[in-house]
């Protein structure tokens, strides 16, 4: 376990060295497809308005909640902290022909985005869990904060499933132009069994569905100054051509998730796989302690 705790520092110490101030996946949408009309005025083009909504969507996976917790509970006096690293794949859906993220600074495709979340979680009478997260995302100036609460259906049964049902919600904050949270309901099972008497293994299964709730700032098209170190998109006469700001999104994803969960008696290793329903997949891997 020391190992993996070494191994996972040295990880996170190299992303985190790796990302040498550079904000290529904030948000920089003067960069989508604009149009201007006869008496000068420009606009978002309709594709524009699609590949916002695709970013909004995928920065949505990239904010709501990791699972990274078995279905059952940590009981009335369990307390849990822990460290998670996930990445995610974005943009592999193209809009006409474009990609979403050329709506960032950057303006291309990364791939995978990296996030490094710490979670505390607190257990409560009458098999409820009360939980927290403050999650950085690389390569940008936001964050994202959420809590979450949990109930388990069954517990502590032998031979029987632990099953869970969740709710979270947790807000990106650092972006100028959007405002986006996320809603989340989840459904979770799994079972706990020892291994020679020195570890615990619980595999689990969950399924969740992810409320997705963006809208935007007025954005400057007309502009060279670097919107993440001065001015204000909600003040029209710090800027020319100023285009409205796009309509407000809404909508749901749908993930499925399996981990397995390794426990000794104090350290935790939980990695996890995320599929979802629009073509995004994700890896997470916690460790933790639990008093």
């Known amino acids: 376990m020391k190992k993996i705790v070494f191994l996972f520092l040295i990880v996170t110490i190299s992303l985190f060295a790796s990302n040498n101030d ?22 978002f083009t309709s594709t524009a308005d699609k590949m916002f909504e695709r970013l909004m969507l995928e920065y949505g996976v990239l904010s709501s909640s990791s699972f990274n917790d078995t279905a059952e509970t940590l009981g009335s006096k369990g307390f849990e902290l822990s460290t998670v690293y996930s990445f995610y794949s974005v943009g592999g859906k193209a809009i006409d ?8 600074y950057g303006g291309a495709d990364p791939g995978l985005v990296h996030l490094i979340n710490v979670k505390v979680r607190k257990g409560l009478p009458a098999s409820l869990e009360l939980g927290g997260n403050f999650t950085y995302i690389f390569g940008t100036h936001m964050f994202v904060t959420g809590v979450q609460l949990k109930m388990a259906l069954l517990e502590g049964i032998n031979i029987l499933p632990d099953v869970s049902i ?20 989840d459904f979770m099972i799994g079972y706990d069994f020892g291994v020679a008497g020195m570890i615990a293994i619980a595999p689990y299964f969950a399924w969740s569905m ?27 006469t710090n800027y020319n051509n100023i285009v409205d700001s796009f309509s407000e999104y809404k909508g749901t994803v749908h993930r499925f998730v399996l981990g397995t969960r390794v426990h000794n008696a104090a350290f935790i290793f939980t990695p996890e796989v995320i599929f979802t329903t629009e073509s995004m997949w994700g890896l997470n891997i916690k460790l933790g302690v639990d008093f």
């Open 166 to 185: 969740r709710t979270s919600y947790n807000k990106l904050l650092g972006a100028r132009e959007v405002n986006l949270d996320t809603l989340t309901f």
């Open 22 to 43: 550079v904000w290529d996946n904030d948000f920089y949408f003067k960069n989508l497809p604009t149009q201007t009309d006869a008496n000068g005025k420009t606009t």
């Open 210 to 236: 992810t409320k997705i709730n963006a809208t935007s700032e007025l954005i400057a098209v007309n502009t060279s100054s670097n919107p993440f170190l001065s001015g204000d998109y909600s003040d029209e």
């Open 97 to 104: 022909g474009k990609n979403p993220w050329e709506g960032t």
